[in-house]
Structure formats: structure tokens, C-alpha cells
């Protein structure tokens, strides 16, 4: 199960890489988070070490305990990062300014990059790596990951499909239905042999 982050409120208003904390908003979308995954078994959460997304890991994490497993273990992994944006860092937000990479990357250019920064298919690999070892460490059960929205959008239909088994979520898909704060996929199988079998609100 991977999810992006919750609502988060930010000190900058440039490019950065800032870790947020989560709002008011954010706090509650993280319970309900952790209250709609009730029955599902999850065993462990990961997360990106940025802070927005270890308190909506945090949060999550607390309404999952129960009496076999009182207090879920919560682990924030560098890999799991958003998308490095390199030399935009410190210039003026522009969302532009992003998807001028990131749509070549869904159209399957993804040895694009930023200038200074990551290409598409660094961000695969980090995040395969990263969910690799998840499923290594936990084989056959259900855990939470906690990420970000443009890396998620760009690495789990393309980690999936290389499992030869997109369940119906194309790179196209992802790019037309980003995933809002909270809102998760459900990737299943293992290291290797990923499969997206839903994706946004339908995962819910």
C-alpha cells in the first residue's frame, strides 16, 4: 500500500527541499489514513525522511496499532524522497517549471532530467530499490508506504509495468490522476514482479 503524504503547510516559497509540517488538515487526513487501513494487517510503515511524510507515517501508524502489534514499527527511508529538482532549487515556485520534465517522463523519455538534478529513470530505480527492500523485508504482507506525489506518479506505473503487470495504470493515467494528499495505491506482488492493482480514490 503506498500513499502520498498528507496536507502539508511550508516557511518557503521557492524551490526547495523543505521538509513541511503537516497542517491541521493534514493531521486529521493522516488519522483517517490510518482508520480506512484498520483490518488490513499492516505489519510496518515506510516512509520518505522528509517530515511531512514521517508524521503522516507517524499518525497513520498509531491508529494501526492493536494488541498482536502495539506499536508499529515506523522507518523513513532517503530513497523514498521526492523528485531532486537540482538547479531549480531556490528560484521562484513555477509548477511549469516541473511538469516541462515530468511530462516527457510519462510520455516514457525518462533519461530526461533537470538541469543539476535527477532524470526519470533515477527516480525509478531509487524508489524500486527502496520498495524492493520493503517487499524483501516483508514478504507476503501488508505494509504502508508514505511518499510523494510526482515521484509516486512517475515510478509506480513504471516499476509496475516492468512486472509486466500494469493492472489498467498507465504512466499516461498517473500524470491525468495525481494522487491527492492521502490518497494511495495498492502495489502488490514482490521485488521485481510489481503489479498496480488500483490506484487513487478507487483504492480507497
Keep these: 500500500m503506498v500513499a502520498r503524504h498528507a496536507r502539508a503547510a511550508y ?18 487526513q493522516a ?13 510496518a510503515v515506510v516512509t520518505s525522511d522528509t517530515s511531512r511524510a514521517v508524521q503522516t507515517g507517524e499518525i497513520a501508524a498509531t ?14 527511508v532517503k530513497a523514498l524522497r521526492e523528485v531532486f529538482l537540482g538547479d531549480l532549487l531556490g528560484s521562484a515556485f513555477d509548477v511549469g517549471r516541473i511538469e516541462e520534465v515530468t ?13 543539476g538534478g535527477e532524470s526519470g ?10 520498495l524492493d527492500q520493503v517487499g ?17 506518479g512517475v515510478a509506480l506505473p513504471e516499476l509496475a509495468r516492468a512486472g509486466r503487470g500494469t493492472g489498467g495504470v498507465s504512466p499516461a493515467y498517473a500524470r491525468d490522476h495525481p494522487l491527492g494528499n492521502t490518497e494511495r495505491a495498492v502495489l502488490t506482488g514482490g521485488p521485481g514482479r510489481w503489479t498496480l492493482a488500483a490506484w487513487g480514490p478507487a483504492a480507497g
Design 103 to 115: 511530462r516527457l517522463w510519462h510520455a516514457g523519455d525518462l533519461e530526461v532530467r533537470f538541469p
Design 136 to 152: 524483501r523485508a516483508h514478504p507476503g504482507a501488508t505494509v504502508l508506504v508514505v511518499g510523494h506525489q510526482t515521484a509516486l
Design 31 to 43: 488519522r483517517r489514513l490510518g482508520a480506512s487501513l484498520v483490518g488490513e494487517d499492516v505489519v
Design 121 to 130: 529513470t533515477e527516480v525509478v530505480r531509487r524508489h524500486a530499490d527502496a
Design 63 to 76: 491508529r494501526l496499532a492493536r494488541p498482536a502489534l502495539p506499536h508499529l514499527p515506523v522507518t523513513a
Design 11 to 28: 516557511v518557503e516559497t521557492w524551490f526547495s527541499d523543505e521538509g513541511g509540517s503537516l497542517t491541521d488538515e493534514g493531521r486529521a
